[in-house]
């Protein structure tokens, strides 16, 4: 019953909230190909334990996640990926065996091993 529903209103084409709406081929970070998992586990590593006072956090929020997004705005942060080569690289061969998949010329198997050889240790 739980898995039709998640088929249901998530993983088919036709699902109120479909694949396209959560999970992205794009890469957006080193360790995930997912913006939402990217900001969370960036988030989650700036935290040493479960529930930190609300001090830490405000701080955490006003230093970190503040700073980080202005200098995202302001391209400080492009600046410094786009002069790391072997990210670009990984960046561009992901981007086109996405759309290998997109145009049919790869099946969805052929681009997960492709894919993962990029995020094994």
């Known amino acids: ?5 998640l088929v249901e209103y998530y993983i088919d084409e036709g699902a109120k909230f479909n694949p396209h ?16 998992e990217s900001y969370h586990s960036k988030f989650n590593s700036l935290f040493t334990k479960a ?24 391209g400080i942060n492009i600046n410094t990926i786009s002069k790391n080569s072997a990210f670009n690289k990984k960046k561009q061969n992901i981007k086109t065996l996405s759309n290998d998949l997109n145009d049919n010329k ?3 198997f052929t681009y997960l091993k492709h894919v993962s050889k990029y995020y094994q240790k």
């Open 51 to 74: 529930h930190p006072n609300i001090f830490i956090f405000t701080h955490v929020l006003n230093t970190k996640i503040q700073t980080d997004t202005y200098m995202l705005i302001n």
């Open 1 to 5: 019953m739980f898995c039709d529903y």
């Open 106 to 108: 790869i099946s969805k």
């Open 21 to 36: 709406i959560w999970a992205s081929r794009e890469i957006t970070s080193e360790r995930t190909t997912n913006s939402c």
